[in-house]
T-cell receptor, first 117, second 110 residues
Framework: GAVVSQHPSRVICKSGTSVKIECRSLDFQATTMFWYRQFPKQSLMLMATSNEGSKATYEQGVEKDKFLINHASLTLSTLTVTSAHPEDSSFYIC?????????????FGPGTRLLVL | GENVEQHPSTLSVQEGDSAVIKCTYSDSASNYFPWYKQELGKGPQLIID?????GEKKDQRIAVTLNKTAKHFSLHITETQPEDSAVYFCAARWRNKLSFGAGTTVTVRA
């Protein structure tokens, strides 16, 4: 149990376009979903925390108008990178914590590799 | 915020030997400490976790110890196998958020 999926797994886009990444919890309902960014050979950096039906909470330095997060249901959160630029190229990973007991445990998706040309 | 330091950054061990990774955290209010394994190009996979009311936890070849007084916790992998080669991250939960260590690249030599 506790499977999280992401789509797409890999995306290449032109500079200035927008890209949407989906994160789904497949076999559980998620109270909270988290979005992380990971650059090569570096650790995971939290971008934002989202709760179903509420506005996302962004970490310091993360532009909320550039990284739009929608948490439409207890199983789906989306991250839209608007007007993407080459410096946005990175590995984007979501995680989800389940409703109920052990809410602190985060289960991660497989990640989405974004390359902006 | 929470600051997590992880050592060593790289670790090479002979197959069958043990591997130990150590982490320290800064905020005594942190109450949950997971360890993740990340293979190249994949998302992190939870391998073991420990809560602040427990000092040690074991799951087959993997064990984690927590010293709340010293604010450090460690991952122990025994009888290492080639498939244990990966990057390992420790994390500490503070105010519903995880802060991650910098990661340890573990290589198991056959």
């Amino acid at each position: 149990g506790a499977v999280v999926s992401q789509h797409p797994s890999r995306v290449i886009c032109k500079s200035g376009t927008s890209v949407k990444i989906e994160c789904r919890s497949l076999d559980f309902q998620a109270t909270t979903m988290f979005w992380y960014r990971q650059f090569p050979k570096q650790s995971l950096m939290l971008m934002a925390t989202s709760n179903e039906g509420s506005k996302a909470t962004y970490e310091q330095g993360v532009e909320k108008d550039k990284f739009l997060i929608n948490h439409a249901s207890l199983t789906l959160s989306t991250l839209t990178v608007t007007s993407a630029h080459p410096e946005d190229s990175s590995f984007y990973i979501c995680s989800a914590s389940r409703v109920g007991a052990f809410q602190e445990t985060q289960y991660f998706g497989p990640g989405t590799r974004l390359l902006v040309l | 915020g929470e600051n997590v330091e992880q050592h060593p950054s790289t670790l090479s061990v002979q197959e069958g030997d043990s591997a130990v990774i150590k982490c320290t955290y800064s905020d005594s209010a942190s109450n949950y400490f997971p360890w993740y394994k990340q293979e190249l190009g994949k998302g992190p996979q939870l391998i073991i976790d420990i809560r602040s009311n427990v000092g040690e936890k074991k799951d087959q070849r993997i064990a984690v110890t927590l010293n709340k007084t010293a604010k450090h916790f460690s991952l122990h992998i025994t009888e290492t196998q080639p498939e244990d080669s990966a990057v390992y991250f420790c994390a500490a939960r503070w105010r519903n958020k995880l802060s991650f260590g910098a990661g340890t690249t573990v290589t198991v030599r056959a």
